[in-house]
């Protein structure tokens, strides 16, 4: 059993998910992330835009089932509303799905489209990355407080994007502003997207020192399981040994082929318990997706 715990399929608005800013400067080099594959053969459902090819590329990596995280910040504006349609078109492939949030919008209106998508849509949670959206905050920004709390009192789970790639600079992916919005609202559950890269140990630090908590989750992905990149012994160790209950795993698509994800996380010296907690039983038991 493998379960996705954060794709955007070829649907719809969902294409935005990686739309640049108006007016971006051509990339010198391709990105990191995007090293290792040729998209054309790795992943054709991106390349023509095709649902069915993406559903086909989830049988050949094995992935049983994924979790659809819409994304609403500046000018990646995906639609809650064509989430919710894939999901209820597939609901044995998509059992679960996050609403996006942009933060920036008035407050009043945030707070009335997270009870209405939470109560009456039926999504698990919310995404919001703060980094991304125009201008820029950060997780533990005040202005999203409301948010958090609203979430808390809903009792839904909450993904914060938090890496080197939101924001303008790396200070928007420091673990201690996590820490800060986990100590004040103790009772969210929040899923720390792309685990706070390239802060490993801080992370794993702030997760360690809110054990007694137990209200974060850090969502791996790439960025420890692309061959070289800095850190994924500390993240093998931590779920062998002692945080294996609050790991979860993403293919990260369209960044990553699935097949291509797959056959990384679990070249990885994972434990059997381990791979499995990572792989679908934690997300599973935090979303409460069912298993047959």
Known sequence: ??????????????????????GARPPVKPSPL???????EAMPSMVQKSLDLYLKEMDEAGINKGVLVTRRAAHRLMSNEDVAELRDKYPERFPAALAGIDVNQDILESLQQVEHYIKNMGF?????????????????????????????????????SVSLMQGPDISYADPA????????????????????????????????????????????????????????QDWVDAANNYMGDRMIWAASYPVRPLKLAVEQIKALPFTPDALERLLWKNVADLLGIEIS
Request: hydrophobic share 45%; aromatic share 12%; net charge positive.
């Open 177 to 232: 502003r996590i820490q800060r919005v986990a100590n004040d609202f103790p009772t969210l559950k929040i899923v720390v997207v792309h685990a706070a890269f390239p802060f490993n140990n801080e992370m794993l630090g702030v997760m360690i020192a809110n054990a007694a908590l137990g209200n974060i989750w850090a969502l791996t992905d790439f960025f420890i399981s692309i061959p070289g990149f800095a850190g994924y």
């Open 1 to 22: 059993m493998i379960i996705d715990a954060r794709t955007r399929p070829p649907y719809k608005s969902l294409d935005q998910v990686l739309a640049p800013p108006p």
């Open 34 to 40: 995007r090293g290792g594959y040729d998209p054309n």
């Open 124 to 160: 698990k949670g919310i995404n919001m990355d703060p980094g991304w959206c125009s201008p820029p905050r950060y997780v533990d920004d005040k202005r999203i407080y409301p948010i958090y709390a609203k979430c808390a009192e809903l009792g839904c789970v909450v993904y914060v």
